[in-house]
Nanobody, 120 residues
Framework: QVQLVESGGGLVQAGGSLRLSCAAS????????MGWFRQAPGKEREFVAA????????SYTDSVRGRFTISRDNAESTVYLQMNSLKPEDTAVYYC?????????????WGQGTQVTVSS
């Protein structure tokens, strides 16, 4: 069992930055690929970014590539999402997820989510 707790969300103006963190506890963090997903009001949850167990390989949805960066610290059992040049359409609840395999298709564990609101 893995418990995931996100933090770092908030309200920011367009063009600003936020850094999300996801702290994991439970089974070996380094054995899981990690990802970030988001869900905007009235929309389905969508993939944002993922990172392999080693941290050597990352992937992004097209709309955030070049603006967002996913990283992980296995010693601290934490995964991060650095979000720059934020846009109002990035407004959503952001969820951290852990999966046994990369690419992430069906996460095994989810966090509770953190709200990100980007004002225009």
């Amino acid at each position: 069992q893995v418990q995931l707790v996100e933090s770092g969300g908030g309200l920011v103006q367009a063009g600003g930055s936020l850094r999300l963190s996801c702290a994991a506890s439970g089974r070996a963090f380094s054995s899981y690929a990690m990802g970030w997903f988001r869900q905007a009001p009235g929309k389905e949850r969508e993939f944002v970014a993922a990172i392999t167990q080693s941290g050597r390989t990352t992937s992004y949805t097209d709309s955030v590539r070049g603006r967002f960066t996913i990283s992980r610290d296995n010693a601290e059992s934490t995964v991060y999402l650095q979000m720059n040049s934020l846009k109002p359409e990035d407004t959503a609840v952001y969820y951290c997820a852990a999966a046994g395999y990369y690419p992430i298709h069906k996460p095994n564990y989810w966090g509770q989510g953190t709200q990100v609101t980007v004002s225009s």
